[in-house]
């Protein structure tokens, strides 16, 4: 493909992608392929030469869209969202263009310096302390996704309580001694990937009951780390969330921090979803506390129309997690000295060495929508989510289980889980509408995010109506 074609068929491909857009909802939201499915559609080798670009164009909608969740679909309630816009996407197009790696500043200035601009710019819109701002020795950083962002923290962490424990303990001289005592909390509400940062990171991950609202609270913690310190353990990461996944509960960050500080512990917050909606200011209340963590990540690949992948992380000093990855090659000494005291080389603040130039997807976002639109796109969410809540409320076969604080709203008919897990079956199979399951403790639940900006109050009276249509049938089957 050479320039002339390629503007030919990117114009294409542009058409199409507006088209599958704005057409979305004809299609079926959730696939029935079944496992294995594209194997047979397509050869197992790769050609010999090159092929006709209408050869490969006719094959999306014949092997791929088959295969495809329509995660952007009006009737797409599965997990979270997973923001889509039209300005993120031309932001990509440019940056796979330049395709630079942005690893030092000087492997490309801009790459670099946009992003502390734009890490900036969200910082100020979120209303984060002016540690987390640029400048000083915070600042804020594009992760790939937020589990990473609890990873390199958790790594932050570590290097930290090894270093300090070291320094009030000079007669330890090996670092290991005390890594295998380290210890880190976070609620039993808390997404996966932290457990998997300690298991990577090689740091027991202790689960704390949450309280009845799904919330961890500050004595159950302070308990926590009075038991371990007594058995000798050193406490030194906690990972609190803001909107857990499973019901969009929020730890009590405000009771947490105090705790992590007086005890020399590392708190990162993670808001993954939730923290979009802190741009606006009636929400901005919930992340109180955030004074107190060591560094704080919210996906605006999520919920704030910059597609993935977009993690934005803040740390409030970002000399440990420099100095827990710092490795040095002589390729990389191009800028001098100077360039290092004003500008990082974020490749010290993740775990790949590359890295994409996506806060350009950032400033598109944040140029042409503005912040007004964003706040009203999330306000408009969250209102949809209330209108589901009161259909569910009005019919007494059904119950809520958590509190509705953003576009999240967690549902069941009242009674055993059974009935529940057949209903969620039959709605997938179904197809109209797609949603997953949650659990807390023993009871499950059900799920409706509101995900696709496209989502109208239609769509939710639609949704209802087939899940109270699909309900009907479940429960006078469980009658005969
Ligand atoms: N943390 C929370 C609270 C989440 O809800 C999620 C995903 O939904 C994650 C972390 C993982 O996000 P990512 O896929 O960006 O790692």
Avoid at 24 to 41: A, K, N, S
Avoid at 235 to 242: K, N
């Amino acid at each position: 493909m050479d320039g002339a074609e390629f503007r030919r068929r990117g114009k294409e491909m542009i058409d199409y992608v507006a088209d599958y857009l704005e057409n979305i909802q004809e299609r079926r939201v959730f696939p029935t392929v079944e496992p294995g499915y594209l194997h047979q559609l397509i050869p197992d080798h790769a050609p010999e030469e090159g092929e006709k670009w209408d050869d490969l164009f006719k094959d999306i909608e014949r092997v791929i869209m088959p295969g495809v969740t329509h995660w952007n679909h009006p009737q797409f309630h599965a997990y979270f969202p997973s923001a889509n816009s039209y300005p993120a996407m031309c932001a990509d197009i440019l940056c796979d263009a330049i395709g630079c790696l942005g690893f030092t500043w000087a492997s490309s200035p801009a790459c670099t310096e946009l992003e502390v601009v734009m890490m900036d710019w969200l910082a100020k819109l979120l209303n984060l302390p002016e540690q987390f701002l640029s400048g000083g020795k915070g600042g804020g950083v594009i992760q790939g996704t937020a589990s990473e962002a609890t990873f390199v923290a958790l790594l932050a962490a570590r290097q930290k309580a090894i270093q300090d424990y070291r320094h009030n303990h000079p007669e330890i001289k090996n670092g290991e001694e005390v890594a295998d005592k380290l210890v880190a909390y976070c609620s039993d509400n808390s997404h996966v990937s932290v457990e998997r940062a300690g298991l990577l990171g090689r740091v027991k991950i202790v689960q704390l009951p949450a309280d009845d609202k799904q919330s961890l609270r500050g004595d159950t913690l302070q308990e926590a780390i009075n038991k371990d310190k007594s058995m000798g353990l050193i406490p030194c990461f906690v990972c609190a969330t803001l909107g857990t996944t499973s019901s969009c509960a929020f730890d009590n960050i405000k009771e947490l921090g105090p705790i992590c500080e007086k005890e020399g512990i590392w708190m990162h917050v993670d808001a993954a979803y939730a923290g979009s909606a802190f741009i606006c200011p009636e929400y901005r209340y919930l992340l109180d506390g955030v004074e107190h963590a060591m560094s704080f990540d919210f996906n605006p690949h999520k919920w704030l129309m910059v597609n993935f992948d977009c993690s934005a992380m803040w740390l409030k000093d970002s000399s440990y997690v420099v100095d827990a990855f710092n490795v040095d090659a002589a390729f990389l000494k191009t800028g001098g000295n100077d360039i290092k005291k004003t500008m990082p080389d974020f490749r010290h603040w993740q775990i790949p060495f590359g890295r994409r130039f996506r806060s350009l997807k950032l400033w598109f976002v944040l140029r042409l929508y503005g912040v007004r639109a964003l706040q009203d796109i999330i306000r408009k969410q969250i209102a949809l989510a209330h209108e589901f809540e009161g259909l569910v409320v009005k019919d007494g076969r059904f119950e809520i289980v958590a509190e509705v604080i953003m576009g999240l709203v967690c549902f069941r008919m009242k009674g055993p889980n059974e009935p529940n897990e057949k209903l969620l079956e039959l709605i997938n199979k179904n197809g109209r509408i797609h949603l997953v399951p949650g659990k807390i403790k023993s009871t499950y639940f059900i799920r409706f995010a509101v995900c696709a900006k496209s989502t109208e109050s239609k769509d939710i009276a639609y949704a209802w109506s087939v899940i109270a249509e699909l309900a009907t049938r479940i429960i006078s089957e469980n009658k005969r």
